[in-house]
């Protein structure tokens, strides 16, 4: 494997930020990252209201690792190693369910919801107290396992500082959708999930890349507002998916943020907010939270991302997507819809049909963003000695905060005004080349 410095030119008094393509093909560079980020990132896991009932679980991995969570018998939820604690068979048959007791497969022995181990098939004829004593029964929980505002992360290194450490200057953002009820938020019903032919950090960059959007996202932009033309309630209301953002970005603010630890931000305003299901909410927000917040949540399209493989995104509709490293050049992600508990039926049927058109994977959106991160991976196997320049908005680059960030209270580490820029993505490059290199 080569120098990973050699990987990254990063020349700040020159204003060049290169990355070698070899970064998103090499197997060596994949295992590395697997031990040295997925193994000791703050990873997501989902959502609480994702486990509302004693036994309710959700299966996922971090990394290479699969692990559940499960809401026990004393109502806390709890993060297990999804491996049995006899041969190791995985315990979970399905990605979310219900499970007061868990039964392994493989030779029966039974667990509960809190990860004791309850039945030992062949029981004292079979085993001795002292045999499974020194064989420890018990599931084993994950290293650390935390909640911020009902958002579910697991890390599997014991030295990782806390959660909220770990997510910095990501915090003010991810309360921007948190925030955004009275009574909570929820995940809605349904699983979507796909496999992308593709490496994981391409989802990452593109998570955050505002230069992609008005190509690859001017079919879903025309298709809506030509669909609009026809519906019923014509160019207004809340089931009208305002694309001023894909097609006007000229005439409106946006802007794109290093928030520190490998986080990145990249907002723009919204042309129509009015259309937005949660404007309806406007009025109570005031009351709990101050203007400049609530325009925030309310008048800017956000797509906040989580080193290295978590998306908060509230433009079209209010999405959390994960990606999952299956190999260098597979990437699994999953997607769900989150929305604010108690809706009005309006509402939350308008920001639904969004989150259709726009997140699921065959919406009008995902199988253009895939098919061209697809493109990517394969162009980046071209051996030419290929360079990923990431130059666009580095003369406009600017220590700290901009107008739109001191109206929020928050100092990013730098700004860019305007969303078209690669700037954001030093950020996750230098925090990957950190935790790679040490
Ligand atoms: S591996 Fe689970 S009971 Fe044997
Ligand atoms: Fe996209």
Not at 147 to 171: H, I, Q, R, S, V
Not at 255 to 277: F, K, L, Q, S, T
Not at 313 to 342: F, H, M
Request: aromatic letters at 10%.
């Amino acid at each position: 494997m080569p120098s990973l410095q050699k990987l990254i030119d990063d020349r700040p008094e020159e204003r060049v930020f290169r990355v070698h393509r070899s970064v998103f093909t090499d197997p060596d560079i994949f295992d590395l990252e697997m031990r040295e980020i997925f193994d000791s990132c703050w990873l997501y896991i989902g959502h609480e209201s994702q486990l509302p009932e004693h036994g309710d679980y959700i299966a996922t991995r971090l990394g290479t690792h699969p692990v559940f969570a499960i809401r026990g018998s004393d109502g806390e939820i709890r993060c297990f190693y999804d491996a049995c604690s006899h041969r190791g068979s995985k315990l979970t048959n399905r990605t979310s369910g219900n499970a007061k007791t868990i039964a392994c497969r493989y030779h029966g022995w039974c667990f509960n919801s809190d990860g004791a181990c309850t039945l030992v098939r062949g029981g004292d004829d079979a085993y001795q107290a002292a045999d499974l004593e020194r064989m420890g029964t018990s599931l084993t929980p994950i290293e650390q396992f935390m909640d911020y505002k009902g958002f579910l992360f697991g890390c599997l290194n014991t030295k990782t500082p806390p959660l909220e450490e770990f997510l910095g200057g990501a915090l003010p953002f991810i309360d921007l959708m948190a925030d955004q009820a009275p009574n909570g938020m929820e995940i809605l019903r349904g699983e979507s999930r796909y496999i992308m032919e593709a490496n994981w950090k391409l989802q990452t960059e593109n998570s955050t890349d505002g230069y992609h959007v008005a190509t690859v996202h001017r079919n879903f932009a025309t298709t809506v507002g030509y669909r609009e033309t026809l519906a019923p309630d014509g160019d207004q209301g809340m089931a009208k998916t305002e694309a001023s953002r894909i097609l006007s970005l000229e005439k409106i603010g946006s802007g794109g943020y290093n928030v520190g630890n490998g986080h990145m931000i990249n907002w723009a305003d919204r042309g129509n907010p009015e259309a937005g299901p949660s404007w309806p909410q406007r009025a109570v927000l005031l009351k709990n939270h101050s203007k400049s917040k609530v325009k925030w949540m309310l008048e800017r399209g956000r797509t906040v991302t989580v080193f290295p493989n978590l998306l908060l995104n509230d433009v079209a509709s209010t999405c959390i997507r994960i990606w999952r490293p299956l190999c260098v050049g597979l990437t699994e992600i999953e997607t769900w819809c989150i929305a604010p508990k108690g809706e009005a039926p309006d509402a939350r049927r308008a920001r639904i049909r969004k989150y259709e058109d726009f997140f699921f994977p065959a919406s009008l959106a995902v199988p253009d963003d895939v098919r061209a991160m697809e493109g990517a991976h394969s162009g980046s196997m071209a051996r030419d000695d290929g360079w990923n320049d990431l130059a666009l908005g580095n003369r406009t680059l600017v220590d700290g905060a901009d107008a739109a960030a001191q109206e929020l209270g928050v100092t990013p580490i730098n700004s860019n005004p305007g969303r078209e820029v690669e700037t954001p993505f030093f950020a996750f490059w230098r925090e990957w080349l950190e935790r790679l290199s040490t």
